[in-house]
């Protein structure tokens, strides 16, 4: 099937050559075509260029987009929409002075998740997970990356690995699938933490592999979680099954994380609230992809990602939502792109490419998706009528997608 949009206002994020990633000085352009045509084919997209030099098309309807503005859907590298129930209690214990450590000392955090999907069916699970899925298509994600993490048993792992795949199957959006076995300590293991990483790589890592659950490998990294003896055992296991890192790193404490990842060259490193020279150093010449998660820093009040102090020097960015019921629970791409502006300091420009093409790379796809280039998939946004595309990130909190397209068909 062809379809062909015209009078576009904005075309954007229009890259005529592929790209893999963008860094440094690179994301502070975002190329356009303002006034501008494009042509989709069984859900590829197979031409665009300025109104002036429109083809003649025959046996084409054309689909008139005066005043409105077309850029590739974002691609969200790093969510957890996979879990269930939610944590309003623990919201309002913090809006009352607890911190999110407290909160995790207390037994709820990642436990009070896992505790509760244990106790949920697969088919539950499947049912809550979908309608998030669908509510973040709709806001404009073309593309996402999946995290296990809350179940934290062997059945309960799997059971969210396999919501996961099921998710695959049913929606034509891509999905990577990651394994978090080890996002926190059961408290079975409580003082065993070595024991329950042997648990994660001899009992649950290999069914993962064997049954090809996941695409990527991921560890919480972080003082009161898992250490950098933890990390690289479980990446070098997860790499011996061909699973890619992807890790949860620096986001209470820097101790050395990011420089495992790049050891074992994860494809991200995620989170990075808090950052030293020397993280920002051992990223340079790699092709790991640094990712931020803005909805993370606003919710629980913790520092955003450096971002120009690792744009400035010469790094790429990606940004993505973290959508998870803990510290993040809005897969909203489009309040990250303006938290990434109003908060982080990058320019329109800068976020959309971090949403766009490095987001992409972050989760395998950038060769697929990420940007409006022939040959991609025809995942796209169509905008309401707006001034221009920094009316984004400007309008925070509003709905400015009128329409999201997947292979070239409007979703919903
Ligand atoms: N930091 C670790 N994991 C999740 C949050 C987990 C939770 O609180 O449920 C994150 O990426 O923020
Ligand atoms: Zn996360």
């Known amino acids: 099937m062809k379809a062909l949009y015209i009078n576009i206002q904005d075309l954007v994020q229009v890259r005529k050559k592929p790209i893999e990633k963008l860094s440094g000085r690179e994301m502070k352009e975002l190329p356009t075509i303002q006034n501008a045509w494009l042509l989709t084919e ?97 806001l404009g994600t073309g593309a996402i990356e999946i995290k296990s993490g809350y179940g934290l048993t062997k059945e309960a792992e799997l059971k969210m690995l396999r919501v996961i795949k099921k998710l695959k199957e049913n929606y034509e959006i891509p999905i990577k699938a990651t394994f978090l076995g080890a996002h926190a300590l059961p408290n079975e293991y409580k003082e065993k933490r070595e024991e329950y990483i042997d648990f994660v790589i001899k009992e649950i890592l290999p069914d993962v592999a064997n049954q090809k659950l996941a695409d990527y490998i991921d560890i919480f990294c972080e003082k009161g979680y898992f250490t950098i003896k933890d990390t690289n055992k479980l990446l070098q296991a997860g790499k011996r099954y061909g699973l890619t890192p992807k890790i949860h790193v620096n986001q209470f404490n820097a101790i050395g994380g990011v420089k495992a990842g790049v050891e074992h060259d994860a494809l991200s490193v995620d989170h990075l609230e808090v ?53 993040a629970p809005s897969g909203n791409m489009n309040l990250v792109v303006s938290l990434a502006c109003i908060k982080m300091k990058m320019t329109p420009e800068e976020a ?61």
């Not at 083809?55 to 996979?82: M, Q």
């Open 275 to 327: 950052m030293r020279e020397e993280d920002i150093e051992v990223l340079k010449g790699t092709s790991t992809m640094p990712v931020a998660l803005p909805g993370c820093s606003l919710f629980l009040g913790i520092p955003y990602t450096p971002a120009r102090q690792i744009l400035d020097a010469g790094l790429p960015l990606a940004l993505a939502t973290d959508y998870n019921p803990g510290s």
């Open 352 to 412: 959309i490419n971090a949403a766009t093409i490095n987001a992409a790379f972050a989760m395998g796809l950038s060769k697929t998706h990420g940007s409006i280039t022939k040959g991609k998939a025809a995942n796209f946004i169509i905008t309401k009528k707006i001034p221009s595309y920094s009316h984004l990130p400007y309008s925070f909190g509003n709905n400015e997608i009128e329409a999201v397209y997947i292979n070239g068909k409007k979703f919903n």
């Open 42 to 138: 069984n859900g590829t997209i197979t031409d665009f260029g300025h109104m002036d030099d429109l083809p003649k098309f025959s046996n084409i309807k054309d689909i008139n987009l005066e005043g409105k503005i077309v850029l590739p859907a974002w691609c969200d590298s790093h969510t957890h929409i996979v879990y269930a129930g939610n944590r309003e209690q623990e919201f309002v214990d913090r809006i009352n002075g607890l911190t999110y450590e407290e909160v995790a000392n207390r037994g709820g955090g990642i436990l009070n998740s896992a505790r509760t999907l244990q106790e949920t069916t697969e088919e539950e699970l499947y049912r809550q997970s979908s309608a998030r899925l669908e509510e973040v298509i709709k």
